[in-house]
């Protein structure tokens, strides 16, 4: 069974930077995209970032483009999303999560989630 576990979370300012891990244990699969999807209160699941196995390949959602940065570990079940100039409207529950296979989508797994505020 999957488990996915995120850290990194917390309370900073906006303007400020933020980087959230996360770790895979239990794939039943060496290839699999990691990527992060976010929640805020009132609102509809939406996806931040993915990235590939091999960390070549990443996908960022319009509203982070530019600022947040996606990439693998060197152990490859881990990923990090680097997050500067943070904006309010940042503050959500970021999900962790993967997809198997060579294409992203849908994600199969999902970890519990950590809490990012950006305080105005």
């Known amino acids: 069974q999957e488990q996915l576990e995120e850290s990194g979370g917390g309370l900073v300012q906006a303007g400020a930077s933020l980087s959230l891990s996360c770790a895979v244990s239990g794939s039943t699969s060496s290839n699999y995209f990691m990527g992060w999807v976010r929640q805020a209160p009132g609102k509809e699941r939406e996806f931040v970032a993915a990235?590939?196995?091999?960390?070549?390949?990443?996908y960022y959602g319009d509203s982070v483009k530019g600022r947040f940065t996606i990439s693998r570990g060197s152990a490859k079940n881990t990923a990090y999303l680097q997050m500067n100039s943070l904006k309010p409207e940042d503050t959500a529950v970021y999900y962790c999560?993967?997809?198997?296979?060579?294409?992203?989508?849908?994600?199969?797994?999902w970890g519990q989630g950590t809490q990012v505020t950006v305080s105005s």
């Open positions: 990235v590939s196995w091999s960390g070549g390949i990443t």
């Open positions: 999560t993967i997809r198997y296979g060579s294409s992203w989508g849908v994600p199969d797994y």
